[in-house]
């Protein structure tokens, strides 16, 4: 705890790097969850593309297999009806048209469409063929590339998050300070190194907002009452 006070009094800095650990922290659950997830869908994939593969490309259009049409269920998560989506290779028309259904996968003779909601995306096909290896090494490095992706993503999120909220806390905690009279032992450097701190464990374990938010000000101007900083 001594270490903890000296730190907080006569450190460098504003502590954010303790608001970094918590994010990583934060994040790794996370990834731990999605890495279960792609272990338990893999599979399916694969045996989807079993069923598909090997497709050839010539033009811009799918001449292998020609005249087909195929309708696989994806199952994403449980067992719920919800969590199915559609997957269809349909090579019996020249060219193609943007699909009526509300969801799914669809492999079309010239374009793939990928439907969700109101939302639809076309991706145009590439020259070649693509086999169950190509598509299980594309599969793999995909998913390596969205989890690095993921990764950053969540880690700068809980940072930007942690940062306003020792922002917001240290203001909170500096006009709680006025207010009692007690601002002639305020050291602004100070104060943020102890709302990082706190920000952070708040990050791992007291996750509601507001109630951090309150609480954190609170244990400060204890801290500060306790603890002359300007010392």
């Given at each position: 705890?001594?270490?903890?006070?000296?730190?907080?009094?006569?450190?460098?800095?504003?502590?954010?790097?303790?608001?970094?650990?918590?994010?990583?922290?934060?994040?790794?659950?996370?990834?731990?969850?999605?890495?279960?997830?792609?272990?338990?869908?893999?599979?399916?994939?694969?045996?989807?593309?079993?069923?598909?593969?090997?497709?050839?490309?010539?033009?811009?259009?799918?001449?292998?297999?020609?005249?087909?049409?195929?309708?696989?269920?994806?199952?994403?998560?449980?067992?719920?009806?919800?969590?199915?989506?559609?997957?269809?290779?349909?090579?019996?028309?020249?060219?193609?048209?943007?699909?009526?259904?509300k969801e799914g996968l669809f492999i079309m003779t010239d374009m793939i469409y990928f439907v969700?909601?109101?939302?639809?995306?076309?991706?145009?096909?590439?020259?070649?063929?693509?086999d169950n290896n190509k598509f299980e090494k594309a599969l793999e490095t995909t998913s390596g590339l969205v989890s690095l992706f993921t990764v950053i993503f969540l880690v700068t999120i809980f940072s930007v998050n942690g940062i306003i909220k020792v922002l917001l806390a240290s203001l909170i905690g500096v006009f709680a300070l006025r207010v009692m009279k007690k601002d002639n032992i305020f050291g602004y450097r100070a104060l943020t190194r102890l709302s990082s701190i706190l920000v952070a464990l708040s990050m791992l374990g007291l996750d509601h907002y507001i109630v951090s938010l309150f609480l954190i000000p609170i244990i400060i101007v204890w801290f500060l009452y306790k603890e002359d900083l300007s010392k």
């Amino acid at each position: 705890m001594d270490k903890i006070v000296n730190y907080i009094k006569r450190g460098r800095g504003f502590g954010f790097i303790f608001l970094l650990a918590a994010a990583v922290l934060k994040t790794i659950p996370i990834m731990m969850d999605l890495k279960v997830a792609y272990t338990d869908l893999q599979p399916k994939m694969m045996l989807i593309a079993n069923d598909f593969l090997p497709i050839k490309v010539e033009n811009g259009k799918i001449v292998e297999p020609s005249n087909t049409y195929k309708n696989v269920k994806l199952q994403l998560g449980s067992n719920d009806k919800s969590d199915v989506l559609p997957v269809v290779l349909d090579t019996r028309e020249e060219t193609s048209v943007v699909p009526n259904e509300k969801e799914g996968l669809f492999i079309m003779t010239d374009m793939i469409y990928f439907v969700m909601g109101n939302r639809i995306q076309k991706y145009k096909l590439k020259d070649g063929v693509v086999d169950n290896n190509k598509f299980e090494k594309a599969l793999e490095t995909t998913s390596g590339l969205v989890s690095l992706f993921t990764v950053i993503f969540l880690v700068t999120i809980f940072s930007v998050n942690g940062i306003i909220k020792v922002l917001l806390a240290s203001l909170i905690g500096v006009f709680a300070l006025r207010v009692m009279k007690k601002d002639n032992i305020f050291g602004y450097r100070a104060l943020t190194r102890l709302s990082s701190i706190l920000v952070a464990l708040s990050m791992l374990g007291l996750d509601h907002y507001i109630v951090s938010l309150f609480l954190i000000p609170i244990i400060i101007v204890w801290f500060l009452y306790k603890e002359d900083l300007s010392k």
